[in-house]
């Protein structure tokens, strides 16, 4: 069964202090895809990265950057210098793309990271 | 550029009750699916639909049904509601397989007395 941990439940950081969402994954599948997405306290679901299981090059953009490590199944979210406006609830996710073209989201639990300024 | 577009956003329903979740997509988007967000749970999905006709089941099914007569429209409805069923919903589509994001819409508030 696939699954998802997002270890830290909550994660409060001082304004412009680098932090670290954890994501740690579980699945048989040899092609996945994994998601980050943001959930402010608005409560609309904000898509920030998908990354599939062949590429484990590092992205950044911006303030943000991922790390995707096979070797470890993780997939870790950092955010440099933070900001208030990083407050909310990060959600990593891993897609379960089976024959038939369905595509469906297993979600962590969520990490909920308050920047203070 | 509406994507997708959820109905209603708030509802309280009594035990008992039913009622219909609406969604729609207009990027004509084969895959749709109903997720619950419940504090502390994350997201997990009820049904999914990989194009019109074609439904299917989910982690958390019990308690919905679903339907998928057009591409556009995906409602989820509750046939008699339970305080377990109080949560977020939220509705979401891609254009399937390795193709991207899921677009998630706003998600509606349901609280059952």
């Known amino acids: 069964a696939q699954k998802v941990t997002q270890a830290q439940t909550e994660i409060s950081v001082v304004e412009k202090e680098d932090v670290t969402l954890d994501c740690v994954y579980e699945?048989?599948?040899?092609?996945?895809?994994l998601f980050w997405y943001k959930q402010p306290p608005s409560g609309e679901l904000v898509f920030l990265i998908r990354r599939n299981s062949f590429d484990e090059q590092n992205e950044i953009s911006g303030r943000y950057s991922w790390n995707f490590q096979k070797s470890t199944s993780s997939f870790n979210f950092t955010i440099t210098a933070s900001q208030v406006v990083d407050s909310a609830v990060y959600f990593c996710?891993?897609?379960?793309?089976?024959?038939?073209?369905?595509?469906?989201?297993?979600f962590g639990k969520g990490t909920k990271l308050t920047v203070n300024p | 550029n509406a994507g997708v577009t959820q109905t209603p956003k708030f509802q309280v329903l009594k035990t008992g009750q039913s009622m219909t979740l609406q969604c729609a997509q207009d990027m004509n988007h084969e895959y749709m699916s109903w997720y619950r967000q419940d504090p502390g749970m994350g997201l997990r999905l009820i049904h999914y639909?990989?194009?019109?006709?074609?439904?299917d089941q989910g982690e958390v099914p019990n308690g919905y049904n679903v339907s998928r007569s057009t591409t556009e429209d995906f409602p989820l409805r509750l046939l008699s509601a339970a305080p377990s069923q109080t949560s977020v919903y939220f509705c979401a589509s891609s254009a399937g397989p390795g193709t991207g994001e899921l677009f998630f819409g706003e998600g509606s508030r349901l609280t059952v007395l």
């Open positions: 996710a891993l897609s379960d793309v089976t024959q038939g073209g369905s595509e469906k989201l297993v």
């Open positions: 639909s990989v194009g019109a006709g074609i439904t």
């Open positions: 699945t048989r599948d040899t092609t996945y895809y």
